[in-house]
C-alpha cells in the first residue's frame, strides 16, 4: 500500500529565504507526482506534476524534483514572499493498470513566510 | 473561465438527514473524484467515476452514494449512515492527457449536528 509522508508538518522562515519542502512515498512505482498548494478554507491548486520519466520541473520560483529510486520529491521555493504562506501537498499517481486514476496524498506542510 | 464549482461552500445539518452536494465542471474532463479532508488526515477518496453511467468506491465510500449522469456533474450524497460526516469535501476532476493532472472545486464544509 503506498503511502506519502511530507516532513516537516509545519515550517516558518523570514520573507526572502529559499526553502525546501520535502515528500518520501513508500512504492517506487508511481505513474507521477503532483504538488499542490492549499489556503486556509480553499481548495487545492496545482504547482507542478512530474511524469515518473522526468527529474523536475520548474515553474517561476518553484522547482520541484523527483528521485524515484529513493523514494523522495523535493518542491524548492526561492526567495520567499508572505503570499506563499499555505499548505503545501504532495500526491502520487500509483502507476500499472487500474491504478493511474487514484492519488495518494500526503498530509501537507503548513508553510509561514514572515515579513 | 473553465473550472469546477461545488455548491454549496457551507452546509449545516441535523443528525439523520441526508444532504446533497454538488459538483459541476466545464472543462470537458472525463474523470470527476470526490475527496474528504479532516484535519491532521489529509484528503482521503471517496469515490470516482471515470466515464458517465460509471463509477467506483474510493477508500471511505461507506455511508456515502453518488451518481454520474451527465458528463459535468457529480454530485455527492452524505447519508444518514455515515458516521461521521462534519468535514471538508472537495470535488475533481482530470484531464485525459497522459498525464491526468487533477483539478480540483473550491470546497463545501458541511457540518452535522
Known amino acids: 500500500k503506498q503511502e506519502v509522508t511530507q516532513i516537516p508538518a509545519a515550517l516558518s522562515v523570514p520573507e526572502g529565504e529559499n526553502l525546501v519542502l520535502n515528500c518520501s512515498f513508500t512504492?517506487?512505482?508511481?505513474?507521477?507526482l503532483q504538488w499542490f498548494r492549499q489556503d486556509p478554507g480553499k481548495g487545492l491548486t496545482s504547482l507542478l506534476l512530474?511524469?515518473?520519466?522526468?527529474r523536475e520541473q520548474t515553474s517561476g520560483r518553484l522547482n520541484a524534483s523527483l528521485d524515484k529510486s529513493s523514494g523522495r520529491s523535493t518542491l524548492y521555493i526561492a526567495a520567499s514572499q508572505p503570499g506563499d504562506s499555505a499548505t503545501y501537498l504532495c500526491?502520487?499517481?500509483?502507476?500499472?493498470?487500474?491504478?493511474?486514476?487514484?492519488?495518494?496524498f500526503g498530509k501537507g506542510t503548513k508553510l509561514t513566510v514572515n515579513p | 473561465d473553465g473550472g469546477i464549482t461545488q455548491s454549496p461552500k457551507y452546509l449545516f445539518r441535523k443528525e439523520g438527514q441526508n444532504v446533497t452536494l454538488s459538483c459541476e465542471q466545464n472543462?470537458?474532463?472525463?474523470?470527476m473524484y470526490w475527496y474528504r479532508q479532516d484535519p491532521g488526515q489529509g484528503l482521503r477518496l471517496i469515490y470516482y467515476?471515470?466515464?458517465?453511467?460509471?463509477?467506483q468506491k474510493g477508500d471511505i465510500a461507506e455511508g456515502y452514494s453518488v451518481s454520474r449522469e451527465k458528463k459535468e456533474s457529480f454530485p455527492l450524497t452524505v447519508t444518514s449512515a455515515q458516521k461521521n460526516p462534519t468535514a471538508f469535501y472537495l470535488c475533481?476532476?482530470?484531464?485525459?492527457?497522459?498525464?491526468?493532472?487533477?483539478?480540483f472545486g473550491p470546497g463545501t464544509r458541511l457540518t452535522v449536528t
Open positions: 512530474i511524469q515518473s520519466s522526468q
Open positions: 500526491a502520487v499517481r500509483r502507476g500499472g493498470q487500474g491504478g493511474s486514476e487514484k492519488l495518494v
Open positions: 467515476s471515470q466515464i458517465v453511467n460509471d463509477f
Open positions: 472543462l470537458n474532463h472525463d474523470a
Open positions: 512504492d517506487s512505482a508511481i505513474y507521477n
Open positions: 475533481a476532476s482530470s484531464t485525459d492527457r497522459e498525464d491526468y493532472e487533477q483539478y
